[in-house]
């Protein structure tokens, strides 16, 4: 090593930027901080997703419920689903993507710091844009899928009303836009970083499994976000300016919105889960002490996963009615994705098939993912055939199958994720005995609340409507799920206590507390602000195995440098600017129906976003 | 705190600072990642586009005489395309391109008065082609095309008129670029940051030859 060594941590360095205080979380541009700044931000938002459901499960708990009006149980559904997809499980995979990547392919940051915590802001703002609605009392309520027709403001026939006249779907509308912004945004930057910052002798083939996984999905999202920017902007054309894109009563076809939707919303069911692979790929192999199986098979069967995603999105529309040709051929590639997820799930089987397993709470959490996303896995195979599929769809059947693949799968493997790197990320290992009560909770509220859904859904129980009369035999079941979503809640608190319980207590965590295989257990917990005093050569997928075994088995910890001949980025608050800029952008279209002359707003906002971005340009980076 | 060795002067060490796996900048990698997003992006308008050709209810149309709605009463109204304007605008953008490229030369060889010269006349076609479009709205307009007139209006105004913003947004990168050239900040060793651009530019005039043909041509 050639910087010296020093016993503590570096003092404040004369020329160095502050390193506490709010002003220096606002400006940050490290990928660790920004990271946590994600994990913290989707945690609120997730656990508000909970409570929209919660209040759900409230008002099913009988017949006849009488908790909340239709409206607030459109609202309800609609912002549990976009909460949960767009705020919750996307920006928790964020976290890990900015705190993981970095680390393990050896960078000292992303390929473009400013760019990410531009993203971070936007998401942000984009948030919390969204949930504005609620303050005002017009939160959306058309769906997380927006269908054309529910979402339209003006009158479709002489006798019909405008099904939404008010601002709900425009927050929805321009809300999601502004999300968008932030991942595309982060989904190049993470592209650039992958491609382009992988350490010495990282070769594309030596990535571990969570990057690797992560790859693909900035490539979806590359890919499948602008699909879904260019149906949200003629829909917002469609409510603002009289076209008629999606309204029949213009020749224009309500299909349309569904098609562009979906070909964007499949490849998002990728992004959603695929993290949650990458997740269960890294923990498995450690706590089973044995490489991960069949690693190559496993990279391009998540190459393939994401490849044939863009080519299903059809199945989403069955019921449309599109035609035998259209029918097959979305079914069968539908079929086909079985194959790749299969294979994963095989090689995760055969990695701990004869390892010396070790139940941690991350591992539970890993090995739950793997049981409960076969079953969401197999439902999904059952409803890809359009048959089956038009008893199924609209039903409680849907609900269970995306619930076992997005909660027993995504969430699941994120669980897993945030017991394996918190020691990490925070320097203390989070309490395995409060862990268990947390796991066993959850794995069994999880099961409680959705497995009777499939029950239910068969018997005819159509979703998103707000209650259900006695006598169906609906009742038992949804008293079930009920209290089977309690339980679930509580042990999202016990995790919450674990949490305070663990930042209260001393840093305990070594730099390896699990004898990992990657980059991230060879640098102190946690990392400091530049990873790596030199960038690590590597040799093979499992670098930090390969170190142990050199070792003879036990590694010193890794010491604490100062590092101060290592030059980090500047910190920055343009990012800031440019990303309010593009919340007033969106914002100012809000009230652009309402009040037009509100189109100079605009003007400012736009001329706000142009002179953060070259400031930004322009301000030296280093 | 001892620098006991600069790590790029030991042999065979490589200069952490500057490290990239592929060799190439982050920014150019940065900028096909987004041209690919922006495929998909006029994909997505230009299928609409087709979807909806010939699915209007009342006129005007690009390529028929139909009738319509002109200064409150119903009419026949003419094909509203005038394709001779349309040429003459893909020609100057399609030159623009070649001219980006001979700026770009201009500044890896560290001639500045090329660079300055042959970017003045790219940013004079982007220009033009904007104006060109901006005239071209406002004829179609007084001719009873509104936006949401029908949907030919709707689909036509929404496709051109997004390149068009891009083609805006690419005249502000590139006068940008020209301000600093005149002011001697795009050495050799920067001809990068105007190739970005350049490449930027290439991908919006490709995108006009997809549109010029299917929307103008295409009957």
């Known amino acids: ?622 | 705190m001892a620098h006991a060795a600069s790590h790029t002067s030991e042999p065979g060490a490589i200069d952490e600072h500057h490290w990239t796996s592929t060799g190439m900048d982050n920014r150019k990698i940065a900028l096909w990642a987004f041209i690919g997003s922006e495929c998909l992006f006029f994909a997505s308008l230009i299928s609409t586009y087709l979807v909806y050709k010939g699915k209007s209810l009342v006129g005007p149309l690009p390529h028929d005489a139909s009738e319509c709605v002109l200064n409150g009463t119903k009419q026949a109204c003419e094909p509203i395309f005038e394709i001779p304007l349309v040429t003459l605008g893909t020609a100057v953008l399609l030159f623009s391109s070649l001219f980006v490229v001979l700026a770009l030369y201009g500044a890896q060889k560290g001639n500045r008065k090329m660079m300055i010269g042959w970017l003045s006349a790219t940013v004079l076609c982007g220009l033009f082609f904007v104006g060109m479009q901006v005239y071209e709205f406002y004829h179609f307009f007084h001719k009873g095309l509104g936006y949401s007139t029908n949907l030919f209006g709707s689909t036509f105004y929404t496709l051109t008129g997004f390149h068009g913003t891009h083609v805006s947004i690419g005249v502000i990168w590139l006068a940008t670029m020209l301000v600093l050239a005149i002011r001697g900040k795009v050495p050799p060793e920067k001809a990068l940051n105007l190739e970005l651009a350049a490449l930027y530019w290439h991908f919006v005039d490709v995108v006009w030859i997809v549109i010029f043909p299917v929307v103008y041509l295409m009957r």
């Open chain 1, 1 to 622: 090593m050639a910087t010296s060594v020093l016993e503590h941590r570096p003092p404040a360095l004369p020329h160095a930027h502050p390193k506490t205080g709010i002003w220096s979380w606002i400006t940050t541009v490290d990928h660790k901080r920004i990271g946590i700044m994600y994990g913290a931000t989707s945690f609120l938002f997730f656990l508000l997703g909970g409570l929209e459901a919660l209040i759900m499960r409230m008002q099913l708990i009988g017949p006849n419920g009488k908790l909340v009006d239709p409206d607030t149980f459109n609202a309800l559904f609609t912002m549990h689903g976009t909460t949960m997809i767009f705020l919750g499980v996307m920006p928790l995979s964020a976290m890990f993507f900015n705190y993981f990547i970095p680390i393990q392919i050896g960078a000292r940051d992303v390929a473009f710091p400013r760019l990410n915590a531009f993203s971070y802001w936007v998401f942000l703002l984009g948030g919390l844009f969204i949930n504005a609605s609620f303050i005002v009392g017009t939160p959306p309520d058309g769906g997380w899928f927006g269908y054309a027709n529910l979402t339209s403001s003006r009158v479709m026939s002489a006798t019909a009303a405008a099904p939404s006249p008010g601002l709900n779907i425009d927050f929805w509308v321009l809300g999601l836009q502004i999300l968008g912004v932030a991942s595309l945004a982060a989904a190049v930057n993470f592209f650039v970083t992958i491609v382009n910052m992988r350490a010495p002798g990282m070769r594309m083939l030596r990535m571990p499994m969570f990057v690797w996984m992560s790859f693909v999905v900035q490539v979806l999202l590359v890919l499948a976000f602008p699909v879904i920017t260019v149906a949200l902007i003629l829909l917002m054309f469609d409510r603002n300016f009289g076209s008629s894109f999606f309204m029949p009563d213009g020749g224009g076809d309500p299909v349309m919105w569904q098609h562009l939707f979906w070909i964007f919303g499949h490849p998002e069911v990728y992004i959603l889960i695929l993290p949650a692979f990458g997740i269960t790929s890294e923990i498995l192999p450690v706590f089973s002490r044995k490489p991960l199986f069949g690693y190559t098979a496993m990279v391009f069967s998540g190459i393939f996963i994401g490849f044939v995603g863009f080519g299903v999105w059809s199945h989403h529309m069955f019921a449309t009615g599109m035609g035998p040709f259209a029918d097959t051929f979305f079914a069968i590639a539908t079929m086909v994705i079985a194959i790749p997820t299969g294979v994963k799930i095989f090689n995760w089987v055969g990695t701990m098939w004869g390892g010396s397993i070790r139940y941690t709470t991350a591992m539970l959490s890993a090995i739950a993912m793997v049981a409960l996303f076969i079953i969401g896995g197999l439902s999904g195979v059952m409803h890809s055939s359009p048959p089956a599929d038009l008893q199924q769809t609209d039903t409680y059947f849907i609900v269970a199958h995306f619930h076992y693949v997005l909660f027993g799968g995504a969430i699941f493997g994120l669980t897993a994720g945030a017991y394996y790197w918190w020691p990490k990320m925070f320097g203390r290992l989070l309490n395995e005995s409060l862990g268990k009560v947390h796991f066993w909770l959850m794995f069994i509220g999880m099961n409680l609340t959705f497995f009777p859904m499939h029950f239910l859904g068969l018997h005819g129980m159509p979703r998103r409507v707000y209650t259900y009369p006695e006598g169906l035999g609906f009742e038992f079941w949804n008293r079930v799920e009920t209290f089977g979503s309690f339980m679930l809640a509580a042990g999202f608190l016990v995790f919450i206590v674990n949490i305070i319980k663990t930042w209260r207590g001393p840093r305990n965590a070594p730099a390896d507390p699990w004898h990992g295989a990657t980059l991230e257990w060879s640098i102190p917990s946690p990392p400091q602000e530049f990873n790596f005093p030199k960038l690590p050569v590597v040799h093979s997928s499992v670098p930090q195995w390969d170190a142990r075994r050199a070792a003879g088995g036990e590694l010193p910890e890794p010491e604490l440098v100062s590092g101060e001949d290592i030059h980090m980025p500047n910190p920055s608050y343009w990012p800031l600017v440019a990303a309010i800029g593009v919340f007033l952008v969106f914002f100012s279209l809000l009230f652009i129906r309402t009040w037009p002359s509100w189109w100079m707003f605009t003007i400012f906002s736009v001329l706000w976003l142009f002179y953060g971005v070259y400031r930004w340009a322009f301000e030296p980076a280093h």
